[in-house]
C-alpha cells in the first residue's frame, strides 16, 4: 500500500486545458472518491495516476517516488474499468493469472492469489468461465479480482458500477466498501455519482472544469459546502438554492429579502455581506417543512411519494422551483397553496461569486 | 413461438421465396449442367449436351485427368501459392492493420493514404513493370514469383485495421497494467481476439489465390510451375478437340472442389465476413 500525491499536476491536450493545477495528497490506506459532472476531468486525472495519460506539467507521485516517467505497468497500480475490459478469450482463471504470468511469478503462487482473491468475491466457481457467460455484477468482480491478485500500492477504479443496474449497483457498493477495510488498501474512486461518493468515500474530491472544488469527508462537504457548485452537486434531492437581496446586517446576520418580498434571516462570516448585496441562500430539501405561519409562500406542482419520505415539488412567488422532503404520509394536493418553513439546520448563503459566506457552526452565537 | 402469418404478409413471404428459388436455380443450373456433363461419356456428348441427370454414368473423364502426370503437380502448385499468400497476408495485413489502428509514427497519414491509394490501382495496369521487375530479379517461374505481387493487399489492412479499431481501448490499457509489452498485446490479446477477421480475409486470400489466372499465366511459363487454373486452361483446347467435352467440364468441377469445400466448411465465416466489411 502506498500514498498518492499529485503536485501541481496540468493536463492540455494542444491547446486546450483539462486538468488545471491539481494538488493533492491520499492517505496511505485511504478512500478518496473523484467526483464530478461529465468532462470534469476526473477520469482523466485517474489516468494521469495510472500513467495511462501523460502530465503535461506538475509531479506524480506514488509511495513517494515520482512516476511521471514510469510506464503504466512499473507504477504498482491496478485500474478497474467502466466496462470491465476483461480479455474475453480467456477464462477468469487466465484473465486474473495474465498480469502474474507477464511477470513471471511462479505457478504455485498464482494459483494461491486466484483462489484467494476468488473466496473474497466469491468467484470460485465461476473460474473455468468465460466472461461473457457471466452476468454484469459478476464481470465486474472478475475485473476487481485481477486487480486483487496483482497486490498493488493503488487500486483505482473508474466509474466502476456505471453499467450495472440500480440494485446490483447499491451491492456492489457495499462489496467495494467491505474490500477496502479487508485490504486496508489505497483506493481512488471516480464516479459521476454522487450517491456513491456519500457512501463510499473516506474523503471526497469534487472537480470542475480540471479545478478541485472542494476536498473533504462527505459530511463535512455536505454541511460545509466551500461554493454553489459543491452544494448543488452533493445531495438527493438537489438544494434549493433562491435568489435574494441583503436588506440588512447587523454583526454576523443579515436579514435576506426574496422576490416575493419574503425576508428570512441567515448568519454569515463578519463583513461578508453588505445591504443591497446579492446574495443566494440554500436551503436543503430535508430542512423545508409545511407550516401555517411558514414564511415562503408557494403552489405544490408535484408531489412524489416515496414512501418513507414524500417529494414536494413546488412554485414559489418568483417562479423559482423549490424541493421539499416531507415525512408526512398525507403531503399536501397538487395545486395546493402552502407555505414552507424553514426547521433548523444550517441555512447555507453564497455571495455574488458563488462563494459560501456562511457562518461555520462552531461559531454561531 | 411466433405467430402465424396470415394474408397479405403470408403471401409477401411466398412471392419472396418464389423469387430466392429462381435466382437460386439460375445460380445453380450451370453448374449442375456442368457437373453433369464431366459425368457423361464424350460419345455420348457427342450426340446432345442437354439433360441434368448423368446418364449413362462414367468417371472416366476424372480418371483421364487425375492420369495426366502435370495435374497432380499443379495442384500442388496451386497449394503452395494459396496457402503462402494466405498465411503472408494474414501476416502483413494485421500487423499493418494494428499499426494504422493503435500506433503512433511518423506520416501515418500519408502512409495510410498511399496504401488506400493502391485500392485504385487495377492490378493489369503494374503487369508490365512488375514482369520486368522479376525478370530482372530472375525469379520468374518460381513459387515466391507467384505470390510476392499479391502479399500487400490494401483491403486486407483496411479490414483488420477497422476490426483492431472496434476492439475498446480499455483492453490494451488494462493488458498494458497487466505488465504486457506492445507484443504481448498484440499476440495475446488483440490475435486471438481477430480470429473471425482473419479467417475471413484468409478464406477470401485463399479463394483469390487458387482462382488467381492472369499473373500465373504471365510469370509461370515453365508447365512444371502452372497453377492448377493456367494448367487446365492449357490442356482445355486440347481436351475439347481430342478427348470431348466431358473431359473439359471434369477438368472445371476438379479445379473448383477445394473452393466448394472451403466454401461448405467455413460458410459462417464468409457470411459474418461479408456483414463486417459492409457493416463498417
Given at each position: 500500500m502506498a500514498e498518492v500525491a499529485l503536485r501541481g499536476v496540468s493536463k492540455s491536450y494542444g491547446n486546450v486545458d483539462v486538468i488545471h493545477d491539481v494538488s493533492l495528497d491520499v492517505g496511505q490506506g485511504e478512500f478518496v472518491v473523484f467526483v464530478g459532472p461529465s468532462g470534469c476531468g476526473k477520469s482523466t486525472l485517474m489516468r494521469m495516476i495510472a500513467g495511462l495519460e501523460e502530465v503535461t506539467r506538475g509531479d506524480v507521485l506514488i509511495g513517494g517516488e515520482r512516476v511521471n516517467d514510469t510506464a503504466a505497468r512499473d507504477r504498482g497500480v491496478a485500474m478497474v474499468f467502466q466496462n470491465y475490459a476483461l480479455y474475453p478469450h480467456m477464462s477468469v482463471r487466465d484473465n486474473m493469472a495474465f498480469g502474474l504470468r507477464n511477470i513471471g511469478t511462479p505457478r504455485p503462487e498464482i494459483d494461491s492469489r486466484i483462489a484467494k482473491a476468488a473466496e473474497i468475491l466469491q468467484l470460485d466457481r465461476y473460474l473455468d468461465r468465460k466472461p461473457r457467460a457471466m452476468s454484469g455484477g459478476q464481470r465486474q468482480r472478475v475485473a476487481i479480482g485481477r486487480a486483487i491478485v496483482r497486490e498493488p500500492k493503488v487500486f483505482l477504479f473508474d466509474e466502476p458500477l456505471s453499467n450495472l443496474d440500480a440494485n446490483l449497483r447499491v451491492q456492489m457498493r457495499t462489496e467495494i466498501a467491505r474490500l477496502h477495510h479487508r485490504l486496508d488498501a489505497t483506493m481512488i474512486y471516480v464516479t459521476h455519482d454522487q450517491t456513491e461518493a456519500m457512501t463510499m468515500a473516506d474523503r471526497i474530491v469534487v472537480l470542475r472544469a480540471g479545478v478541485i472544488e472542494q476536498v473533504g469527508a462527505p459530511l463535512d462537504l455536505y454541511e460545509r459546502p466551500a461554493n454553489m457548485f459543491v452544494a448543488g452537486f452533493l445531495g438527493a434531492p438537489k438544494i434549493n438554492f433562491i435568489k435574494g437581496r441583503v436588506a440588512a446586517s447587523q454583526g454576523n446576520e443579515i436579514l435576506v429579502e426574496l422576490a416575493g418580498g419574503t425576508r428570512l434571516s441567515a448568519l454569515v462570516r463578519p463583513g461578508t455581506a453588505n445591504p443591497g448585496d446579492a446574495v443566494t441562500l440554500g436551503l436543503r430539501p430535508e430542512m423545508l417543512q409545511i407550516a401555517l405561519d411558514g414564511p415562503l409562500p408557494g403552489r405544490v406542482e408535484v408531489v412524489e411519494q416515496l414512501g418513507a419520505v414524500q417529494l414536494v415539488y413546488a412554485t414559489l412567488a418568483d417562479g423559482t422551483t423549490m424541493v421539499a422532503e416531507l415525512r408526512d404520509r398525507r403531503p399536501p394536493a397538487v395545486g395546493a397553496d402552502v407555505r414552507f418553513a424553514l426547521g433548523p439546520g444550517i441555512r447555507h448563503v453564497f455571495d455574488a461569486r458563488e462563494l459560501s459566506i456562511t457562518l461555520p457552526e462552531g461559531d454561531h452565537q | 413461438?411466433?405467430?402465424?402469418?396470415?394474408?397479405?404478409?403470408?403471401?409477401?413471404?411466398?412471392?419472396?421465396?418464389?423469387?430466392?428459388?429462381?435466382?437460386?436455380?439460375?445460380?445453380?443450373?450451370?453448374?449442375?449442367?456442368?457437373?453433369?456433363?464431366?459425368?457423361?461419356?464424350?460419345?455420348?456428348?457427342?450426340?446432345?449436351?442437354?439433360?441434368?441427370?448423368?446418364?449413362?454414368?462414367?468417371?472416366?473423364?476424372?480418371?483421364?485427368?487425375?492420369?495426366?502426370?502435370?495435374?497432380?503437380?499443379?495442384?500442388?502448385?496451386?497449394?503452395?501459392?494459396?496457402?503462402?499468400?494466405?498465411?503472408?497476408?494474414?501476416?502483413?495485413?494485421?500487423?499493418?492493420?494494428?499499426?494504422?489502428?493503435?500506433?503512433?509514427?511518423?506520416?501515418?497519414?500519408?502512409?495510410?493514404?498511399?496504401?488506400?491509394?493502391?485500392?485504385?490501382?487495377?492490378?493489369?495496369?503494374?503487369?508490365?513493370?512488375?514482369?520486368?521487375?522479376?525478370?530482372?530479379?530472375?525469379?520468374?517461374?518460381?513459387?515466391?514469383?507467384?505470390?510476392?505481387?499479391?502479399?500487400?493487399?490494401?483491403?486486407?489492412?483496411?479490414?483488420?485495421?477497422?476490426?483492431?479499431?472496434?476492439?475498446?481501448?480499455?483492453?490494451?490499457?488494462?493488458?498494458?497494467?497487466?505488465?504486457?509489452?506492445?507484443?504481448?498485446?498484440?499476440?495475446?490479446?488483440?490475435?486471438?481476439?481477430?480470429?473471425?477477421?482473419?479467417?475471413?480475409?484468409?478464406?477470401?486470400?485463399?479463394?483469390?489465390?487458387?482462382?488467381?489466372?492472369?499473373?500465373?499465366?504471365?510469370?509461370?511459363?515453365?508447365?512444371?510451375?502452372?497453377?492448377?487454373?493456367?494448367?487446365?486452361?492449357?490442356?482445355?483446347?486440347?481436351?475439347?478437340?481430342?478427348?470431348?467435352?466431358?473431359?473439359?467440364?471434369?477438368?472445371?468441377?476438379?479445379?473448383?472442389?477445394?473452393?466448394?469445400?472451403?466454401?461448405?466448411?467455413?460458410?459462417?465465416?464468409?457470411?459474418?465476413?461479408?456483414?463486417?466489411?459492409?457493416g463498417k
Open positions: - | 413461438m411466433t405467430a402465424a402469418r396470415t394474408g397479405w404478409a403470408l403471401w409477401g413471404d411466398r412471392l419472396l421465396l418464389a423469387i430466392t428459388i429462381i435466382v437460386a436455380a439460375l445460380w445453380l443450373l450451370p453448374v449442375i449442367w456442368v457437373v453433369t456433363m464431366s459425368l457423361k461419356p464424350n460419345a455420348e456428348l457427342m450426340r446432345s449436351t442437354w439433360g441434368f441427370i448423368p446418364y449413362p454414368f462414367t468417371i472416366e473423364n476424372y480418371t483421364n485427368l487425375i492420369q495426366l502426370a502435370t495435374v497432380p503437380r499443379w495442384l500442388v502448385n496451386s497449394l503452395i501459392v494459396a496457402i503462402g499468400m494466405t498465411l503472408l497476408v494474414l501476416t502483413v495485413s494485421s500487423l499493418a492493420g494494428y499499426a494504422f489502428a493503435r500506433l503512433q509514427f511518423p506520416f501515418k497519414r500519408t502512409i495510410f493514404a498511399l496504401m488506400i491509394a493502391g485500392l485504385m490501382i487495377p492490378e493489369q495496369a503494374v503487369f508490365l513493370p512488375l514482369h520486368q521487375m522479376f525478370a530482372d530479379w530472375g525469379i520468374h517461374n518460381t513459387h515466391a514469383a507467384l505470390v510476392m505481387p499479391r502479399v500487400a493487399v490494401p483491403i486486407g489492412v483496411f479490414l483488420m485495421m477497422q476490426f483492431f479499431r472496434a476492439v475498446p481501448r480499455e483492453l490494451e490499457e488494462a493488458a498494458e497494467l497487466d505488465h504486457a509489452s506492445r507484443f504481448t498485446i498484440f499476440f495475446r490479446i488483440m490475435l486471438p481476439l481477430s480470429v473471425p477477421a482473419l479467417t475471413t480475409l484468409g478464406l477470401f486470400t485463399f479463394i483469390h489465390a487458387w482462382n488467381d489466372f492472369l499473373w500465373p499465366l504471365v510469370s509461370a511459363t515453365d508447365a512444371d510451375m502452372y497453377t492448377v487454373t493456367v494448367g487446365l486452361a492449357s490442356i482445355q483446347g486440347n481436351f475439347a478437340m481430342s478427348e470431348g467435352l466431358g473431359s473439359v467440364m471434369a477438368s472445371a468441377v476438379f479445379a473448383s472442389l477445394p473452393i466448394v469445400l472451403l466454401f461448405l466448411i467455413f460458410q459462417r465465416f464468409i457470411v459474418a465476413g461479408v456483414a463486417m466489411s459492409a
